[in-house]
């Protein structure tokens, strides 16, 4: 018969308890020997698996191949997004026809060259790495020093076309440290910047184009994640992992849509 | 990247050979940088572990309705040994060794929905709330599934040590 304080043992083995409980559990081990060789157990079985399991870390050539599989994300996302669609020349044969042979092929080359390629070199993909890349010089990184984003977020107002969702999530390990205001595609856009580690994390906001986001992409070993959220686009430029980039991504997601452009403008 | 080696281990336990597993944290690293899955609650690793976990069934499942491979149970014991088989660690002792093949293949045979939660806690030092996100089951059955693991695997290593209880430092 096993004591009905077991679980309870456990979970103040595994530092779940309150220190209420915790004194509670301490209390009934002085008196219940079967829950003080429980604990017992526990730690033996823990510094065991601990000390006896292989330590384990990721190979080398996994990292080589997961670097390259993003990379061929961003190549393979892009192209994919960008094709043009042939059910096109399909469904129109009256307007195929009017093409022949050789002509259509090159008729159809040229619509290829004309309309893919300038995308798969997505110009808003390179305007960010290059606006991310130029904040890191000296100086050029923030307009607005603050971690608080009730001085960040008003700051936004008077100097850019935007007012972007700005919140501090230190506590996941992601500081807000300033805002920075930037001209890209032909607007004031607002950069929220965060620090995550040693990485400096840009976050990018716009006024819905409604051109369409870019796929999420990889330059140079910087990642960029898009989204869109109410009428504004967002994307986040940085070199930390492309996992902790995402960590951010969705905490600012989670914090819905309740912003506008400025009235202002 | 911080969580990898953490979603490489987890996958090592899952998948059934080492190339499975690299290949089951390829697929969970695309599909969390496609974004197709939501992340619950905060925590980036738990996250991540979970698609980890959610990409090894719909493998499995495509498997098995291929007829590829039988029920996994079958396959347990030998999950073990192929895992210690094919990492070879040079710089431990031979002793050491046999003691790591003997606790991971017990834990190895430890049934899958026991094992899994065993693994978060001691190795990924996870706490409940998010092993329960992992593994999608709800806090109480977490902590039952802890106990009777820890209790199983305790049993059973004291068995494989003829019964004479190991004093751990």
Redesign the interface.
Known sequence: MQCPESLRVQAYFDAEVDSVTAADVEQHTEHCAECRALLQDLQELRAAMHQELPHLRAPAALRARLTRALDQESTSESSRRFRWPRWRLTAQPFWVGTFSGGFATAAVAVLAFVIWVPRLANPLVDDLVGAHLRSLMPDHLIDVVSTDKHTVKPWFAGHTDVSPVVADFEPQGYRLIGGRADYLDHQRAAVVVYQHGPHIINVFSWADTQRGLPANATRNGYHLMFWKSGDLEYCAVSDTAPDELLGLVRLLQGLGTPDARNSNN | ?????A???FA?WLARSPDDA?DL??EA??R????FD??RG?D?KA??LTIVRNCHFTALKQEQRRGLVPLPEEHDAQDGHALIAS?P?PESASI?RD??RT??SL?AGLPDDHREVLIL???EDM??RDIAAVTNVPLGTV??R??RA??A??KQ?LRHNDGV??A??
């Open positions: 990247m911080p969580h990898l080696d979603a490489y281990r090592r690299d944290v390829q690293l695309l969390a940088f496609r974004g939501a992340l905060s980036v996250w991540l990492t660690d050491q003691e790591q606790l991971e834990i806690r001691e190795i706490d409940y902590m039952s802890l106990a820890r209790s695997l305790k290593w209880p190991r751990v430092p």
